[in-house]
């Protein structure tokens, strides 16, 4: 069984900055692609940002040139910097890890965590 422990959230003011953490546990032989999404209040999931393995990564238009995502592989974490915080950066943020292996050559598991409040005043 695979867990994803997250931390960092909070409550800060516009213009702030947070670092978000996401542990990923258990028995774990690769994992492709470890990524943040958000939920707000009355609105759907979306993706915040995205790392491979191998270190590309992606960003909603939102959050580009704000957030910044890193992974350190040995320790099957994913982090995400938020700076220059908004209000409507305001949700539930949520670890996602995608293509997990227990096994080499093993089937594939998503995994989720189980959120972290941000929330961000004007």
């Known amino acids: 069984q695979v867990q994803l422990v997250e931390s960092g959230g909070g409550a800060v003011q516009a213009g702030g900055s947070l670092r978000l953490s996401c542990a990923a546990s258990?028995?774990?032989?690769?994992?492709?692609?470890m990524g943040w999404y958000r939920q707000a209040p009355g609105k759907q999931r979306e993706l915040v940002g995205a790392?491979?393995?191998?270190?590309?990564?992606n960003y909603a238009d939102s959050v580009k040139g704000r957030f910044t995502i890193s992974r350190d592989n040995a320790k099957n974490t994913v982090y995400l910097q938020l700076n220059s915080l908004k209000p409507e950066d305001t949700a539930v943020y949520y670890c996602?890890?995608?293509?997990?292996?227990?096994?080499?050559?093993?089937?594939?598991?998503?995994?989720w965590g189980q959120g972290t409040q941000v929330t961000v005043s004007s």
């Open positions: 258990g028995s774990i032989f690769s994992i492709n692609v």
């Open positions: 996602n890890a995608d293509g997990v292996r227990t096994v080499v050559r093993g089937p594939k598991y998503d995994y």
């Open positions: 790392i491979t393995s191998g270190g590309s990564t």
